[in-house]
């Protein structure tokens, strides 16, 4: 049968979802375990480029859902992405804006053609994803959001992203900004606390995404949840 959430229960509930962290409440009646449920990241690398798949195979070995996009069709027909969820092209009307990134979202732009990326920038920067990420040296990003018109880039965007892991390889690159997004989103989860030494490596965040509830009774008698 269904819990009936009573009223010394919603305080835990609040809790649970401000703070993103479970907990087992003792109730007159007896324990209730509420879980929070962290809802699937999204990951969305623009550009079908052969440091893609690597990329995408880390990515959704973590559990995220990989969204591959490119603007030459060829490029999406022709690539191989294991663990995508989607390989698509970007239309040429419309652009990211119909990709639907939304702010819970997280984008690595990779597209290695200068030109694409100033076509494509500006639609990321207005879709405002939690974590922005581009690839290429940081004085080639900022020439990017100048001649974009977006202004100086910020301490917080990472160009290059990743982490220096003392490879080139595409599955080293893949593997270095694998891991900054994964410590990044998930401290953003515990709390919204990043630590500076890491912050050349962090995007755009947002600490609005509330998350689910999954609530359930818990026998006072077992040892097990």
């Given at each position: ?8 229960l919603e305080p ?6 401000s ?5 087992l ?11 929070f ?25 973590l ?10 069709a060829?490029?999406?027909a ?24 939304a702010?819970d ?8 053609a ?19 990420g ?6 080639r ?8 018109g977006l ?5 917080n965007?990472?160009a ?32 919204g ?13 947002r ?19």
């Open positions: 049968c269904a819990l009936p959430i009573s009223g010394l835990s509930i609040e809790a649970t979802l703070q993103r962290r479970s907990r409440v003792h109730l007159p009646g007896g324990d209730v375990f509420v879980e449920v962290a809802p699937r990241q999204r990951l969305f690398v623009l550009g079908a480029g052969h440091d893609a798949a690597p990329l995408c195979a880390v990515a959704s070995m559990g995220w859902e990989v969204i591959v996009a490119d603007a030459h060829s490029r999406v022709a690539g191989s992405f294991p663990g995508a969820a989607r390989v698509v092209a970007i239309p040429a009307s419309g652009g990211v804006d119909a990709l639907g990134i702010p979202d997280a984008a690595i732009l990779m597209t290695h200068y030109a694409l990326d100033l076509a494509l920038l500006p639609g990321l920067v207005r879709a405002n994803p939690r974590y922005l581009l690839l290429g040296p940081r004085d990003s900022e020439r990017l959001f100048s001649e974009a202004g100086s880039m910020g301490a965007v990472p290059p992203v990743g982490l220096d892991l003392g490879g080139d390889r595409p599955e080293a690159i893949a593997l270095s900004i694998a891991v900054v997004g994964a410590w990044y989103l998930w401290r953003l989860w515990r709390g606390k990043v630590d500076q030494d890491l912050s050349h490596a962090h995007g755009f965040l600490l609005d995404r509330a998350g689910w509830l999954r609530v359930g009774v818990v026998d006072r008698k077992s040892t097990r949840l």
